[in-house]
């Protein structure tokens, strides 16, 4: 097991290997105070791993009460999120009690958000079953849910007390889904590391998990660290996501998040392009993402603007000068519509 420890508003642990998920409730008790988890999950994740989740909590002490709405974005909304609120109040949740969040970034947004708003804020744990909530949105206390006007428009950062990534939930991922998380790990390649991307290189799909889960945690807590609430270097994250949220939308959320990443990426290394973009292409390929979108540049161009991201006249984009250095490239909204032409 690696731990890997962030130090921002508030301290804590995130915990990596196989075999995790029986010690959730050992971990859960050594935070102290708390007599209930209510553990939140959905329809896919629960008959998987809940009762392995629900039987480790009882075992260390705890009363557990579950709840569980059905899976998918389109449960990210204000409708499950009140009634999360009402079952936690209607099961007399106290301050000092725990919400577990067993799922993947659907699950860790919602739950977190609850978490952050019940009683003004009770203390949570992320118990990551997807690649990319294990190495992305379980990280560094964001917490949303999303509004007929657009994706995470409601939210608060609040960091968990905890995360548990027990790497053997990853294996029933269909690997589409993996491939998503791939996309995210392949960010924090460009991003930050020149060995983490050269290993995905070699190694393809078949990368060791706990390693590179291990590494992308890390490099996304020395972020966090940096950047809490998310002002300045923490904007790096969005690398790929910028444009990749204009493709998102443009499909009306049929195109997978990952995949739309990747198309994003592709796009800004093309358009501004360096000694390395032939490396980012070739292992955006290798991992079976897209590099290229079938989207008109007006459209995207109108996508890409609704971004909640968008600062006045400005569109922050992330462009990689060389595999593990990118950089932050405030561009004029006029001109975004001839940096995505360029590299379509
Ligand atoms: P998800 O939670 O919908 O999971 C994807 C699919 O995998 C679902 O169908 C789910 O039922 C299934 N699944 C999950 N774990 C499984 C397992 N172990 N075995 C089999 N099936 C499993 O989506 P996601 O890709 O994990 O997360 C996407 C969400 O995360 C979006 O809502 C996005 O906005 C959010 N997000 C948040 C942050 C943040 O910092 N808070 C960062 C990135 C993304
Ligand atoms: N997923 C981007 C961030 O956490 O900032």
Redesign the pocket.
Known sequence: MNTVTVRASKQYDILIGSGLLPTLGAEAKKLGKARTVCLVS????YP??GKAAEDSLKSAGFSVVSYVFP???SS?NGTVFLDLLNFLAENKLTRSDLVAAL???????LA?FAAASYLRGIRFIQV??????AV?????????I?LPAG??LA?AFCQPSLVLCDTD??????EE?FR??CA?VIKYGVLYDRDLFAHLEEEGLAFHRETVITRCVELKRDVVMEDEFDTGARMKLNLGHTIGHGIEAKSHFQL???KAVAAGLAIVTRACPCPDTPRILAILEKFGLPTKTDYASDDLYTYTLSDKKRAGGTVNLIIPRAIGDCAIVPTPVESLKTFIQAGL
């Not at 799922?103 to 947004?109: P, Y």
């Not at 939930?169 to 269909?174: C, I």
């Open positions: 959905e329809s896919t994740v998987l791993y899976a998918g974005e990210k799922g993947g970034g659907v699950v860790g947004d977190g990551p079953t997807t690649l990319l909530a992305d949105s379980s990280v560094g206390g964001k917490t949303a999303d994706k995470n939210g939930t990853l294996r029933s991922l269909p889904i998503d998380g995210e997978s998040h990952g």
